[in-house]
């Protein structure tokens, strides 16, 4: 096994480098739509974090981009093609998913979990091949999951388990790979852990990642874009420096906060502002 | 080297095949239950096609089975025997493969046809011809004789058919709601236990008593006519759901994982569903409504197997142990006679109610 099997296979197909773009899309659950009009360009071999307040439609967005959902009008382009156009299979071959709230059945191995992510690589004839061993291996030793692999999914503890499911969605081998909230219900060094390694996965192995977070300080560390949404519509796009402002956190967030330079990166670093009097104030 | 440490938990469970470069996934724990379940039904299929108001010894049921003994056993066993543990097999195995399919499909072991209200679907059609036709032979009644014979299966299959298009339309939005459709299900086998209730409490006690016989699930008197077109469904059934094992592998991980995998998740739900359907549809029109089979023997092999869902094969061999096991029971072992149905009951509801009790604990702890 060489590590090249989980290398991006292929170049960039796409236009103006980018492979998975929103077009005008607007979704709705029902008659009101949660997104509406948007256009977006996921760049290639970058990491995207999408952000924005609670209900603006960022985890819709996320879903149709990976044809979770399909919009009402506008269409995802997948290489240029319209995304319903090309075979569910097919597209999983391309686009990987971590949906927020993955569901592990009781006892459900680890390698057992990664192993399903060579789904879309498997046919009657071909269930388990000994590439499809070889990349399983490869994802689980990435993720440093390879150690528990003999573990039951829910013995795991909060970080480990999202690293096996990451590892599902590298076992994909696709070169789009989209996290909703992968860092939800876990302590902050986990969320970091979790982040590390997607960073790694980006600049290590070429892939391309779109996301959705809520925390700002953690996008702003991990993000090359960062896509700040409002009300079903993007507000504003760009690096974290060009993108976190004191303007753009009260406009869209309505939250007072400084924003300062990391001592350490240079990048920003979002602090609130609270009405209350310090010594009052209780811990975060 | 690190990868050997894990090779025999592997082979335990699944061991691939790997021939050029074709590759399959074995499932040698699976087929090791469904050998050694095989070998049990053999065993008690025998026993139950020897045992009767004229015993026939196991080597002589062997003997006439394969053409040999003489003429008056070769008759019971062949044209009298034979038929019904044919039915108490099929019924077993479909049964149990219906059970296997809806809780694999909900993600629930609590959610079998019984619970769907697709059994009582099945049951009030055939008690509302029962009663109707009323069979103890009054003057009056809209039919009889023949015709009850064979309206009895078909109203339980329209019965039963009539629920599942019931539960579908109710619980279909944009696809298909899991949480909506068992929900669905429980208030519908509400209504219909209710409704057929009704129909026993207005009825001539001779049709209600005759009624009951049936609503027990009985594998009395059952012939060829009886097992085709459970076997068939079967036939038919069987080979497109092991294909569809892989994505039945890829949707326990939840809906949106599954498509994220490429799986078709709406198709596969609606295959597995109607295959479920007619599986049950046809088993209760052949036997009445055996209760808990489908809910329990797909949980037993899920326990033998040691997977994370209901194995199909394994829960079909043992849902045929379990049928022929309880009518060797109801006609030869216990002292009274009783319908395969009463025992078939008595394993299950025990096992629902330690399951509910153990459920209810793993939530509070």
């Known amino acids: ?284 | 080297m690190a990868t050997r440490q894990a090779a025999p938990r592997v082979a335990l469970h699944a061991a691939p095949l790997r021939v050029g470069r074709l590759s399959w996934r074995v499932p040698v724990r699976a087929g090791v239950v469904c050998l050694v379940g095989a070998a049990v039904l053999l065993l008690l299929v025998a026993v139950d096609m020897s045992v009767g108001d004229f015993p026939i010894p196991v080597p002589d049921v062997v003997s006439a089975l394969l053409g040999g003994g003489d003429a008056g056993q070769r008759f019971v066993v062949m044209e009298l025997r034979l038929p019904q543990t044919v039915v108490a097999v099929a019924v077993g195995a479909a049964l149990a493969l219906a059970g296997a399919l809806t809780q694999t499909l909900a993600r629930n072991p609590l959610a079998s046809p019984d619970i769907l209200g697709i059994t009582d679907g099945a049951a009030f059609g055939a008690v509302l011809v029962i009663v109707a036709a009323g069979g103890s032979g009054y003057g009056g009644a809209v039919a009889s004789g023949r015709l009850q014979e064979v309206g009895v299966p078909l109203a339980a299959l329209a019965g039963a058919l009539a629920a599942a298009l019931l539960l579908f339309l109710l619980s279909w939005r944009r696809g298909l709601d899991i949480q909506r459709l068992v929900l669905t299900g429980i208030a519908l086998s509400a209504v219909l236990t209710a409704a057929t209730s009704y129909l026993l409490v207005n009825a001539r006690i001779q049709d209600a008593s005759s009624a009951q016989a049936w609503l027990t699930g009985s594998l009395n008197a059952r012939g060829w006519e009886h097992a085709v077109p459970v076997l068939l469904t079967i036939a038919v059934t069987l080979p497109l759901m092991l294909l569809l094992v892989p994505s039945l592998n890829a949707m326990l991980l939840g809906d949106d994982a599954a498509l994220g995998l490429g799986v078709r998740v709406r198709a596969v739900q609606l295959a597995l569903l109607v295959a479920a359907v007619a599986l049950a549809a046809v088993s209760v029109s052949a036997a009445g409504p055996l209760e808990f089979v489908a809910f329990v023997a797909p949980q037993i092999a899920l326990r033998l197997t040691g997977g994370s869902r209901p194995p199909l094969v394994a829960a079909m061999v043992v849902g045929a142990v379990i049928v022929v096991g309880a009518d060797v029971l109801s006609r030869a072992v216990l002292p009274f006679t009783v319908p395969a149905g009463i025992i078939t009951a008595a394993i299950g509801a025990p096992y629902l109610i330690y399951l509910l009790i153990r459920s209810n604990r793993r939530r509070t702890a």
Request: glycine share 8%; with cysteine.
């Open chain 1, 1 to 284: 096994m060489t590590a090249t099997d989980l290398d991006a296979p292929t170049a960039p197909r796409g236009t103006d480098g980018s492979r998975l773009a929103a077009h005008a899309v607007t979704v709705g659950y029902g008659a009101t739509p949660v997104v509406r009009g948007l256009s977006l360009a996921v760049p290639t071999g970058k990491v995207t974090t999408i952000v924005g307040p609670n209900g603006c439609g960022k985890s819709t967005l996320l879903r149709t981009l990976a044809r979770l959902l399909k919009p009402t009008s506008g269409q995802v382009l997948l290489d240029g093609e319209p995304i319903t156009d090309v075979a569910t299979r097919e597209v999983s071959q391309r686009l990987a998913l971590l949906p927020q709230s993955p569901i592990a059945p009781d006892g459900l191995l680890v390698r057992d979990l990664v192993g399903r992510g060579r789904h879309p690589h498997q046919r009657w004839f071909s269930q388990w091949s000994s590439t499809d061993e070889g990349v399983v291996e490869e994802a689980m030793r990435l993720t440093d999951t390879w150690e528990l692999r003999d573990r039951a999914i829910d013995q795991l503890s909060g970080g480990q388990r999202q690293r096996a499911w990451i590892a599902m969605t590298l076992a994909q081998d696709t070169d789009l790979v989209l996290l909703d909230e992968p860092t939800t219900f876990l302590d902050l060094a986990h969320q970091v852990e979790v982040l590390d390694l997607v960073s790694r996965l980006n600049r290590e192995r070429g892939r391309t990642v779109a996301m959705v977070l809520h925390d700002l300080n953690l996008a702003a560390r991990y993000s090359d874009l960062v896509v700040v949404m409002k009300d079903g519509v993007v507000v504003t796009q760009g690096t974290p420096g060009e993108v976190f402002t004191t303007e753009l956190l009260a406009d869209v967030f309505g939250l007072r906060a400084d924003v300062m330079a990391d001592p350490r990166t240079g990048l920003p670093v979002v602090v609130p502002v609270s009405a209350v009097p310090v010594p009052t104030r209780p811990a975060d």
